[in-house]
C-alpha cells in the first residue's frame, strides 16, 4: 500500500530525529557530569591537566552513548510518537484503515537498526576509545599501577602446553607480577605441566621469569621430576600464546575489548584458566542491544499513543519512562547475578531484552485491539 508506505517513511523520520536529538543530548548532559567528576579527581594531581582531563572525557563520550542509547530511543520515542498522536496525525492513520503494527514497522526496524550499528560499528571505535581513557586515567589520575595490581600483583594462568604431551596443559602461579617496558615480569613463579590425564609430569620453580614474544623465559629455573632429584638451575623457555597485551586485557574491563574481538578472546581465556564470565556477558548484552533498543522502541509506542482527548497524558509518558527505568533496573540485576555465576550470561543479557518485549507487545494489543 503506497499510502502506508509513505506514512512509514514519514513516521520512521520524526523517530530517528527525535531518538538521535534525544541521544546528542543526553550524551551531552551524562559526559558534562563525568567531565565534573574527573576535574574533582585531578585537583590532587598536577601532572593532569585541563587538556588531559577534557581528553579523557571526549575518549569515554563513545562509550557513555552505548550505554544511553536504549534509554535514548525510549525518550526518543515518547517524544516523537506524543508529538505525532497530539497533531492527530496516528488517530486520522488509523482512522483511514492503516494498523498500528503497520506504521510501527519501520520505526521498530530503525531502532533495531541503531542498536546493530552500535554493536557492529561503534563498538570497536568505543572500545579503542574507553582502553585509551582508562590508560590515561591510570597514568594521571590513579597514580599508575595498572591492572595488574589487583590481588596483590598475583598471577594465576593456564595455557596449552604441547612440549611434552600434545594435549598437556601448564599452570603457572607467580607471586609478584608487574610490567615493565612492554614486558611482564615475574618473581618466584611455580610452574605445574600435566598431561591430558592431568597427571603431573614435572614441576618448574624459577626466582625471575619475563614474557616476551616467543613466551615466557625462566631465569635460573629448576626442574623437578616425579622420582627425581631437581636438576641445576638453568634458562628455559616455555612457549606461550599468551603477550602482555592479552594479559592486561585479561584484567581490564571487557568494554575496552572491541566486539569482533570478544569471541576470540573468550577462547583465548578459556584456555589461559582466566575467568570469561564478565567478557561472555558482556558480548552477549551487545548481541542483545538491537532487540533491546526494539523493545524500547516498540515500549515507547505503547505508553505515548494515547489520544490527547482523553486526558491523562501526562501520566501515560510518566508511566512510561517510569517502565523504561523499571527495564533498566532489572538489566542490572540479572547483570550482577550473570557476573556471579548464578545465571548463565545468556539469560542474564537476554531475559530483560525479552520481557521487556513480552510487556510492550501486551500493552500494544490492548491499546489496539483492547
Known amino acids: 500500500m503506497p499510502i502506508a508506505a509513505t506514512l512509514s517513511l514519514y513516521i520512521s523520520r520524526v523517530f530517528v530525529l527525535a531518538v538521535l536529538a534525544m541521544l546528542a543530548g543526553l550524551s551531552a548532559l551524562v559526559g558534562l557530569f563525568d567531565f565534573i567528576e574527573l576535574l574533582r579527581r585531578s585537583a590532587t594531581r598536577p601532572e593532569a591537566t585541563f587538556g588531559i582531563v577534557t581528553t579523557i572525557a571526549a575518549l569515554r563520550l563513545p562509550w557513555v552513548s552505548m550505554q544511553i542509547l536504549p534509554f535514548a530511543v525510549l525518550l526518543g520515542g515518547i517524544l516523537a510518537f506524543w508529538r505525532l498522536t497530539r497533531s492527530s496525525e496516528l488517530v486520522v492513520a488509523r482512522a483511514a484503515g492503516v494498523s498500528a503494527w503497520q506504521f510501527l514497522a519501520a520505526p521498530v526496524l530503525c531502532a533495531m537498526a541503531l542498536g546493530a550499528l552500535a554493536t557492529g560499528a561503534v563498538s570497536p571505535l568505543s572500545a579503542v576509545m574507553r582502553a585509551r581513557a582508562e590508560a590515561m586515567d591510570i597514568t594521571y589520575l590513579r597514580g599508575g599501577g595498572g591492572p595488574l595490581t589487583l590481588a596483590g600483583g598475583q598471577l594465576w594462568l593456564r595455557q596449552a602446553d604441547r612440549e611434552l604431551d600434545p594435549q598437556g596443559v601448564a599452570i603457572l602461579h607467580a607471586a609478584r607480577v608487574s610490567v615493565e617496558n612492554g614486558r611482564i615480569e615475574a618473581e618466584q613463579m611455580s610452574v605445574f605441566r600435566l598431561d591430558s590425564q592431568d597427571r603431573l609430569l614435572e614441576r618448574v620453580e624459577t626466582p625471575h621469569a619475563t614474557l616476551g614474544l616467543q613466551g615466557w623465559d625462566l631465569n635460573d629455573a629448576r626442574t623437578v621430576k616425579p622420582g ?143
Open 228 to 370: 627425581q632429584l631437581p636438576g641445576p638451575p638453568a634458562l628455559r623457555r616455555l612457549p606461550s600464546d599468551l603477550t602482555v597485551d592479552r594479559v592486561q586485557e585479561s584484567f581490564a574491563p571487557p568494554d575496552t575489548l572491541s566486539f569482533w574481538a570478544l569471541p576470540g578472546f573468550i577462547k583465548l581465556l578459556d584456555r589461559s584458566g582466566f575467568s570469561s564470565i564478565r567478557h561472555r556477558l558482556h558480548f552477549q548484552s551487545l548481541l542483545a542491544l538491537p532487540l533491546l533498543a526494539g523493545t524500547m522502541s516498540l515500549l515507547s509506542a505503547g505508553f505515548s499513543m494515547r489520544q490527547t482527548r482523553r486526558g491523562g497524558v501526562a501520566q501515560m509518558i510518566g508511566s512510561g519512562v517510569a517502565a523504561g527505568f523499571a527495564l533498566f533496573v532489572v538489566s542490572k540485576v540479572a547483570e550482577e547475578f550473570g557476573q556471579s555465576g548464578a545465571v548463565p550470561p545468556v539469560l542474564a543479557a537476554w531475559a530483560p531484552a525479552v520481557s521487556g518485549l513480552m510487556l510492550s507487545v501486551a500493552l500494544l494489543l490492548h491499546l489496539e485491539d483492547g
